[in-house]
């Protein structure tokens, strides 16, 4: 399967605990885009990322939220000191390029928090 | 920010129906209009994708027709299937990448 991959694909943790989220894009899409979607609603754009280069995080909070896609490895979304709120389903997208190239979505991870 | 509005927000359709959802926009510098489907505990996947400058594009039994005067465009969905039975997303966006989803269309085709 050469699409987007993420896991772990539910992960539970306790309130205060780090959570981190993995995403390795299709084969050949160097651009990587994370979005979160809350019960009920649509999905949220948060974070979209190049190689070893943040391009726009201007949807992701500015405390306890962080990403990065390093040079080899997949991408990382993570989550420092969860809070309830942060239950949400966490996906992650990948393109070719940016702008109109299509971006294709991963299954996403559940994250749950006690 | 995409501004698109969708409707209905559900919808139940006999097997062998057509599905019509129809989406609306607002600003006129978009030029990429991509309809998504997701499955309960699956990811968004790309269905099918139009530009403006084309008033119909179809792909099997899933056909999308845009009025770009009206800044509408519409989903079809020919002899609709209990498997096409999922959520589907308008959406709409130019050089912009922030993909923006509503709520969506939960679509039941009943058998």
């Known amino acids: 399967n050469a699409g987007v991959m993420q896991n772990p694909r539910h992960l539970v943790r306790r309130r205060g605990q780090e959570a981190r989220l993995r995403c390795s894009p299709m084969k050949g899409h160097s651009h990587v885009y994370w979005y979160r979607q809350l019960p009920e609603e649509g999905l949220k754009f948060m974070v979209y990322l190049q190689k070893e280069n943040i391009i726009d995080e201007s949807g992701m909070p500015k405390e306890r939220f962080s990403a990065e896609f390093p040079k080899e490895g997949p991408s990382i979304l993570r989550i420092q000191q969860v809070v309830r709120g942060d239950s949400a389903a966490y996906f992650c997208?990948?393109?070719?390029?940016?702008?109109?190239?299509?971006?294709?979505f991963g299954d996403g991870t559940r994250l749950s928090i006690l | 920010q995409q501004q698109v509005k969708q409707s209905p927000q559900s919808l139940i359709v006999q097997k062998g129906g057509i599905s019509i959802i129809n989406c609306a926009y607002e600003?006129?510098?978009?030029?990429?209009f991509p309809w998504y489907q997701q499955f309960p505990g699956k990811g968004p996947a790309l269905l099918i994708a139009i530009r403006p400058d084309v008033s119909e594009k179809k792909e099997g039994r899933f056909t999308i027709s845009f009025n770009k005067s009206a800044k509408q465009f519409s989903l079809h969905i020919m002899d609709s299937q209990p498997g096409d039975s999922a959520t589907y997303f308008c959406?709409?966006?130019?050089?912009?990448?922030?993909?923006?989803f509503g709520k969506g269309t939960l679509l039941t085709v009943n058998p």
């Open positions: 959406l709409s966006g130019g050089s912009n990448y922030k993909l923006t």
């Open positions: 997208a990948s393109s070719q390029g940016q702008g109109n190239q299509p971006q294709h």
């Open positions: 600003n006129t510098a978009f030029d990429y």
